[in-house]
């Protein structure tokens, strides 16, 4: 006699289709460095919390750490874009879920000139 295996979590957690390096490409592919912090040289990481609800969508996005000059609202712009693939539960539960990620904003490296 077998036991059948009984699932460990009762709500399953969003997931970024393709992990966490389809996720990083995502990021990299869509965001764009603002005008002002680019002239002003201002690097750093912006500390992104956002909600998903039960359908994927990322519905409120809100800056933890900023580092202004555009970047805060360029970060929440993108974190807007993802969608998110939620598993489907025992019950049809609408349960929101929160997260938090960084995004770093690093200016290009200059090619030097020959």
Not at 48 to 67: E, F, L, P
Not at 76 to 94: C, M, W
């Amino acid at each position: 006699m077998s036991k059948e295996k009984k699932d460990d979590h009762f709500i399953k957690k969003p997931i970024y289709l393709g992990g966490t390096s389809a996720f990083r490409k995502f990021i990299k592919e869509n965001l764009k460095y603002p005008k002002e912090a680019f002239d002003k040289k201002v690097e750093g990481t912006v500390l992104v919390r956002y909600d998903i609800d039960y359908k994927g969508k990322v519905t409120d996005a809100k800056v933890k750490k900023g580092i202004g000059h555009g970047c805060d609202e360029e970060a929440v712009r993108v974190i807007k874009l993802l969608k998110f693939e939620v598993p489907k539960g025992p019950r049809k539960l609408r349960v929101s879920f929160h997260k938090e990620n960084k995004i770093n904003f690093r200016l290009p490296k200059e090619k030097p000139k020959t």
